[in-house]
């Protein structure tokens, strides 16, 4: 496994494992704590572990969180998604810079996204599971809600969104979630 920094997003990385394959189909190793202590992050930090299931179109985001934010471990595990990473952090370099890969099953590359991040991803797949590993409990009076197609971000979701929640669909602006997450 190996751990490549993110360009566009200070702070964040992939992490590309080396699947092996035969004819019963793959094994890989999805987390290593050493590899993640070698980029400076404590692989300890990591407490609670969730999955979800979309079908192709659904889009889900974009999702951060207020506080002391939540750092976060993402990788689809079947099928494809196309992911999306914005740098929210007032202080970083790369404040406002947004970044977007398409994971999948076939590769198991999980993606680092740092605290203060706005996250999101839409199903590319008839079906795709999405892990998520995150370093804080999660406290839903804390989150925070950015419209997936505000015109700043720019976001170019590559399918018609088919379905998303509630919260998603009346998602302010980011100039207003962002108001919003400063008071």
Not at 41 to 49: K, R, S, T
Not at 88 to 99: D, G, I, M, Q
Not at 142 to 150: K, L, S, Y
Request: net charge negative; hydrophobic share 35%.
């Amino acid at each position: 496994m190996k751990a490549t920094q993110v360009p566009a997003i200070d702070g964040a990385y992939l992490f590309e494992p080396t699947p092996y394959g035969d004819e019963r189909g793959f094994f890989c190793r999805t987390f290593d704590a050493d590899v993640v202590r070698s980029v400076g992050l404590d692989p300890n930090a990591f407490v609670q572990d969730s999955v979800s299931r979309s079908v192709r179109g659904v889009l889900r985001g974009m999702h951060l969180r207020t506080g002391a934010g939540e750092a976060k471990l993402v990788r689809c595990s079947y099928g494809s998604i196309f992911d999306v990473v914005v740098d929210l952090r007032p202080n970083s370099p790369t404040y406002r810079n947004v970044a977007f890969f398409e994971l999948s099953g076939e590769t198991q590359v999980t993606l680092y996204v740092p605290a203060g991040c706005a996250h999101g991803f839409q199903a590319l797949t008839e079906t795709a599971d999405t892990s998520y590993r995150i370093d804080r409990p999660h406290d839903p009076a804390e989150d925070v809600t950015i419209a997936f197609d505000d015109p700043e971000l720019a976001i170019p979701w590559p399918l018609t969104a088919t379905s998303m929640s509630q919260r998603d669909r009346e998602a302010p602006s980011l100039s207003e979630a962002l108001k919003r997450k400063e008071s």
